[in-house]
């Protein structure tokens, strides 16, 4: 199974961007799509998560600024970003759960929001 994660770049503050993640390769029973974020130093957080019935969760910081969505026939999953601030600079990560297996990483896109 390989995640290839796509749509980061640079944006100036306020502005938006649409992260993209495709899975591929045999994927059985999933259980949720994730995106993280991690800057230089810190801790991989938790952005936004989608389980496979669509509940959503967010990180306190981005509620009311990202949306999740995922598309179940492609396995894909997006995260549209709204709002950026400089502190949402980061590289940012799709992760797959499955039910009973192994949990899958894309290779991580970089976001860049200036001030």
């Known amino acids: 199974v390989q995640l290839q994660a796509s749509g980061g770049g640079l944006v100036q503050t306020g502005g938006s961007l649409r992260l993209s993640c495709a899975a591929s390769?045999?994927?059985?029973?999933?259980?949720?799509m994730n995106w993280y974020r991690q800057t230089p130093g810190k801790q991989r957080e938790l952005v936004a998560r989608?389980?496979?019935?669509?509940?959503?969760n967010y990180a306190d910081s981005v509620k009311g600024r990202f949306a999740i969505s995922r598309d179940n026939a492609k396995n894909t999953v997006s995260l549209q970003m709204n709002s950026l601030k400089p502190e949402d600079t980061a590289v940012y990560y799709c992760?797959?759960?499955?039910?009973?297996?192994?949990?899958?990483w894309g290779q991580g896109t970089q976001v860049t929001v200036s001030s």
């Open positions: 390769g045999s994927i059985s029973s999933i259980y949720d």
């Open positions: 992760r797959l759960r499955t039910s009973f297996g192994p949990d899958y």
């Open positions: 989608i389980t496979s019935g669509g509940t959503t």
